[in-house]
């Protein structure tokens, strides 16, 4: 898997900043016409929760491919903030620190037979993913 993610950097002109402002949405990494994703930890995560505004939380929600080092409440709230977004949330989990997540995703898939398939809806019997394209390919028919 290649993650393209974008580089921070600030603009510092001598320009008006209307004119700043137009210059940089046309020559910005982070304007509609490049494309990156990004990948973010759970610190990360829980800092834009509680700091940034929600537009910015939002973008990054959208942008995001991988979430990592997530807390159980973390993975729990991330389901719930894409879900706000109009997200449709698939969670697939493999132990009791998935259960919240699990409990509040639209399709809750456990990986294992233990604690976590108390709250997931769907369990598998095998140890790996390749089970949510079957749950996906039956809830279409459904």
Same mark, same amino acid.
């Given at each position: 898997?290649?993650l393209?993610?974008p580089?921070y950097?600030?603009?510092?002109? &001598?320009?008006s900043s209307?004119l700043?402002?137009?210059?940089?949405?046309?020559t910005s990494?982070? =304007?509609?016409?490049?494309r990156?994703?990004?990948?973010?930890?759970?610190d990360?995560?829980r800092?834009?929760? *509680?700091?940034?505004?929600?537009?910015?939380?939002? &973008?990054?929600?959208?942008k =995001?491919?991988?979430? !990592?080092?997530? =807390?159980?409440d973390?993975k729990h709230?991330?389901?719930?903030?894409?879900?706000? #977004?109009?997200?449709?949330?698939g969670?697939?989990?493999?132990? !009791?620190?998935?259960?919240?997540?699990l409990?509040?995703? *639209?399709?809750?898939?456990? #990986?294992?037979?233990?604690? !976590?398939?108390?709250?997931?809806p769907?369990t598998s019997k095998?140890? *790996? @993913?390749?089970?949510?394209? *079957?749950? @996906? &390919?039956?809830i279409i028919?459904i």
């Amino acid at each position: 898997m290649t993650l393209v993610l974008p580089i921070y950097h600030q603009l510092i002109t &001598r320009n008006s900043s209307r004119l700043a402002n137009y210059n940089y949405t046309r020559t910005s990494p982070f =304007s509609p016409q490049f494309r990156y994703d990004l990948a973010i930890t759970g610190d990360v995560f829980r800092w834009m929760v *509680d700091y940034s505004p929600p537009d910015t939380l939002s &973008r990054m929600l959208v942008k =995001s491919r991988v979430f !990592a080092r997530m =807390s159980p409440d973390e993975k729990h709230e991330l389901v719930e903030k894409l879900q706000t #977004l109009g997200y449709c949330v698939g969670f697939c989990g493999d132990g !009791a620190n998935d259960c919240g997540a699990l409990k509040a995703a *639209d399709v809750g898939i456990s #990986l294992s037979e233990a604690e !976590a398939s108390v709250a997931a809806p769907f369990t598998s019997k095998t140890m *790996d @993913i390749g089970c949510v394209v *079957d749950v @996906i &390919r039956n809830i279409i028919y459904i």
